[in-house]
């Protein structure tokens, strides 16, 4: 994933899961429904032809109107091509029921302070996602756009955390965090505005399903990429084979639950 082609070192920081389904008792003749059904986002590679300060960037895969992969790139005042390749799992089973909910946070603040923000949304629950024993929460991909000029992005975070369901009001409580920090100081930013605003849009995937439907394990990973001038790194993807459980849960994929970038260089 390249997200600037810039000579600062980049540390990407995903929070991961691994799902495995299904057992062998649901394998039957069961009916599935759209609920039964969604595709995961894996992530994405992005590259622009030069240099950019991030104004608009943005990629996600959602199940409306039969799936959709949308990706999103503003360079700000020059233009510019993007290359870009989305990435993502279709996933079905009886045994579990998904939900896509969209986020939205909004950030404002000072270039050169941590900026945090955390969002909670109470969702009302359809009977079909309701009183399961598990629940958790993915990413389907995100969008951050600058709300006022394009500064540079030095760390930018987000997380979303696990799904909590409320028997008494039949809410599916979610939570999100956004970190970031920005500090513009090439020739081009303005000298005299220091304010910054961000608005930052995820894209989430809420599982559930019943003991004995899956299994969830989570886990994380990190990347440092570093170069100069003269030489750039070549972009080599990480690789791992996921599996399940043998005859329990033969099948698996990997889910984003969050993903953090820190640009420690102009």
Known sequence: ????????????????????????????????????????????????????????????????????????????????STFYTTHYTY?????????????????????GSLLTKTEELYIAAEPWIRDKEF???????????????????????????DVVYSKETKELKIRADFNLVTNCRTIECPVFNNKTAYKLTLNVLVLAFDDGGANYVEGYTARNYV?????????????????????IFPFATVGIKGLGIILDEE
């Open 1 to 80: 994933m390249i997200l600037q082609k810039r000579k600062e070192p980049l540390y990407f920081l995903f929070f991961f899961v691994v799902i495995t389904g299904l057992g062998n008792n649901s394998l039957d003749a069961q009916e599935l429904q759209d609920y039964n059904k969604a595709y995961i986002w894996r992530g994405m590679q992005h590259e622009w032809t030069y240099n950019h300060r991030i104004n608009r960037l943005g990629n996600y895969v959602t199940k409306k109107e039969g799936g959709q992969i949308v990706h999103s790139s503003a360079t700000g005042l020059g233009a510019d």
């Open 135 to 161: 629940y958790h929460a993915f990413i389907n991909g995100f969008e951050i756009q600058s709300l006022s000029k394009a500064d540079q992005l030095k760390l930018f975070r987000f997380l979303v955390k």
């Open 91 to 111: 996933i079905e089973s009886p045994n579990l029921v998904f939900k896509e909910v969209p986020i939205t946070i909004q950030v404002n603040g000072k270039e």
């Open 227 to 247: 170069w100069d001038e003269a030489i750039e790194v070549e972009n080599k993807s990480q690789q791992a084979i996921i599996t399940g459980q043998k005859e």
